[in-house]
């Protein structure tokens, strides 16, 4: 089936508009991989039947590694046998997603010679995805891939492929070398990464500012999030030109402050720092008057993750600021004795937010033998696992 042309009506119609369209990209791969002809094919009868025809390949994978590959079977591989194997291999990025041409092209010329040339540049996780392959074609892909330097990323119950922002290289507002955490945390973590120990996935995300560019605090069992503990650094004289180039700093600015720390006298742009959030807005606005602070570091979330087994769910704050030159040492403590909660406690595909929500986060910082912050407290009344006391300056 796979050397003629199959009609696709339904994928066609993914082709028009004005947006890049997966399935122009697949045809176009069609000219030289008889598996993108097949893959065409069993996507459009599945729309055709609103049935899906993939199912799951349990466990394949390579030598001495119990992630990295995500096997996937057709179960219509008499019709479609060039996709009747269609495993997925996620490669592990550089930190920030820098790469030479070469590199990619090193990469490419691999997967065409062993699978079926598709790439996702990147998985949600920040991996090279590689789409497509049979099964006696894993090991000879993983030969290549570690002779040009490369290795598979994480998939199954383990610890999934750290990413990270580009950070200080190419990134003002940094606060930390968000890519040297990162590239740090692979290599440490190697065991957890390739061979699953754990009750379900965990993923670290490195964010070197609160605008997040990673998403890690919506996706990231651990977040570490760039921030700064002392005062924004202002420039009045930057800020008096914002005002006569026209921005309404007070409706555009002060208005928007989540915690309205700020104020416009409509000479003077005053900043109650004690009350910021570290939110970026003004920042973002005012990039010219307005920089984080000069002691920076990050602060460390828990518990994000997308819906799966339960809803989805924002990271929480867990160390509210660790110093930029502590954060490794400080991550491999905390990680270590959240992994010992988690692994003795969580249940079968349970995240660590999931666990929290379970025991309730009173049990799990007393678990892991921290001691709860103000920072932790959306709301209160409605967090009952604080309470401080008259000598720590409650009422």
């Not at 079926?116 to 049979?134: E, Q, R, V, W």
């Not at 460390?300 to 997308?306: E, F, Y």
């Not at 969580?346 to 025991?359: A, D, F, M, P, T």
């Amino acid at each position: 089936m796979a050397d003629e042309k199959i009609k696709t009506p339904l994928l066609d119609e993914l082709e028009s508009g004005p947006w890049p369209s997966f399935v122009r990209e697949i045809k176009r791969a069609e000219e030289t991989s008889p598996v993108c002809t097949d893959l065409l094919g069993q996507l459009e009868q599945s729309y055709q039947e609103k049935v899906g025809h993939w199912k799951h390949g349990g466990i394949v994978g390579v030598l001495g590694y119990g992630g990295g590959v995500i096997g996937r079977y057709s179960d219509l591989p008499d019709k479609f046998p060039n996709v009747a194997h269609f495993h997925t291999m996620r490669v592990n990025q550089p930190s920030g997603w820098f790469y030479t041409s070469d590199a990619i092209r090193t990469l490419c010329d691999i997967w065409e010679r062993h699978g079926s040339g598709l790439t996702n540049m990147h998985g949600s996780t920040g991996d090279i995805i590689f789409l497509g392959t049979k099964t006696d074609e894993l090991e000879p892909t993983f030969k290549e891939l570690t002779e040009a330097g490369f290795d598979l990323g994480g998939s199954g119950s383990c610890m999934r492929t750290p990413s990270a922002c580009v950070g200080q290289a190419r990134c003002e507002w940094a606060c930390y070398d968000t890519m040297a955490l990162c590239n740090d945390l692979t290599h440490e973590y190697q065991d957890e990464l390739h061979r699953p120990p754990f009750p379900y996935k965990f993923k670290i995300k490195c964010s070197g500012c609160p605008n997040d560019c990673v998403a890690s605090i919506a996706r990231a069992d651990l977040s570490v999030i760039g921030t700064w503990q002392d005062d924004i650094q202002q420039d009045d004289v930057a800020v008096a030109e914002y005002a006569a180039a026209g921005l309404d700093i007070q409706k555009d600015v002060c208005d928007r402050c989540p915690t309205r720390c700020m104020s416009w006298d409509g000479a003077k742009l005053t900043i109650e720092n004690s009350e910021c959030v570290r939110c970026m807005h003004c920042i973002n606005v005012m990039p010219k008057a307005l920089r984080p602070g000069k002691e920076r570091g990050a602060t460390l979330l828990i518990g994000a993750k997308a819906p799966i087994v339960q809803g989805a769910l924002l990271s929480s704050v867990l160390v509210p600021f660790v110093p930029a030159d502590e954060l490794m040492d400080t991550l491999k403590e905390l990680i270590s004795r959240v992994w010992e909660f988690w692994d003795e406690y969580g249940k079968n595909r349970e995240r660590v937010g999931e666990l929290i929500q379970r025991v309730g986060m009173a049990n799990f910082l007393d678990a892991i033998g921290l001691d709860p912050a103000p920072e932790m407290v959306t709301a209160p009344r409605d967090n009952p696992y604080i309470f401080f006391q008259k000598d720590e300056g409650g009422e």
